[in-house]
């Protein structure tokens, strides 16, 4: 069964608009969590790395203001898109490891399709 | 930064046949794990297979496996007996022994021919 649950798995919804999405680890503690963002037919591109208790590690390119990572627990990281515009449209996934087991795969959540009108 | 490189952008295979992906990726590590996701068109990110990097052994998961070659920094994965729903888009990724983040290739759309 999923390890990761991602929610929701799908947000329209209008320009200006933040939207926030969970991430949560079912089975396991995730100090780190990871947030994708992918456009059609490309591959995942990182966005942030989410430790729990601390502040996210944006990639070079991320807006830390527009793309605001919360890690409050270690089953639970959030991401908010504030003031959401149509080029933020994309899907996003984030994904859990294990702490300390850098042998474990990333589990990934099913990923949430953005749609902003 | 560690890079990964999958070379065919799409590839094809007849069913029931064999289809090998390759990819490649440039380290100065001497150890690291290897992955293969599968992310069909649900988009859901599925694993396929791992290679731990100080294993001689090629990873074998059933109708999948890997050809690991280390001092080529090649990692290619083998399907044999190809399904339809092996059509998806194929990742290679990297991580290191000493970090969380993974390397992800651009990816390989492969589509299953009836």
């Known amino acids: 069964g999923a390890v990761v649950s991602q929610h929701p798995s799908r947000v329209i919804c209008k320009s200006g608009t933040s939207v926030k999405i969970e991430c949560r680890s079912l089975d396991f503690q995730a100090t780190t969590m990871f947030w994708y963002r992918q456009f059609p037919k490309q591959s995942l591109m990182l966005m942030a790395t989410s430790n729990e208790g601390s502040k996210a590690t944006y990639e070079q390119g991320v807006e830390k203001d527009k793309f605001l990572i919360n890690h409050a627990s270690l089953t639970l990281s959030t991401l908010t898109v504030t003031s959401a515009h149509p080029e933020d449209s994309s899907f996003y996934i984030c994904?859990?490891?294990?702490?300390?087991?850098?042998?474990?795969?990333?589990?990934f959540g099913d990923g949430t399709r953005l749609s902003i009108l | 930064a560690q890079t990964v490189t999958q070379s065919q952008p799409e590839m094809s295979v007849q069913e029931a046949e064999t289809v090998t992906l390759s990819c490649t990726y440039d380290?100065?590590?001497?150890?690291?794990?290897l992955f293969w996701y599968k992310q069909p068109p649900s988009r859901q990110m599925i694993l396929v297979i791992r290679?731990?990097?100080?294993?001689?052994q090629n990873a074998t998961e059933n109708r999948f496996s890997v050809n690991f070659q280390k001092a080529a920094k090649s990692f290619s994965l083998k399907i044999s007996d190809s399904q339809l729903g092996d059509a998806a888009m194929y990742f290679c990724a990297y991580r290191s022994v000493t970090g969380n983040q993974f390397y992800f290739g651009t990816g390989t759309s492969l589509t299953v021919i009836p």
């Open positions: 994904s859990a490891s294990f702490r300390d087991r850098t042998n474990q795969p990333q589990h």
């Open positions: 290679q731990e990097a100080y294993k001689q």
């Open positions: 380290t100065s590590e001497s150890d690291y794990y």
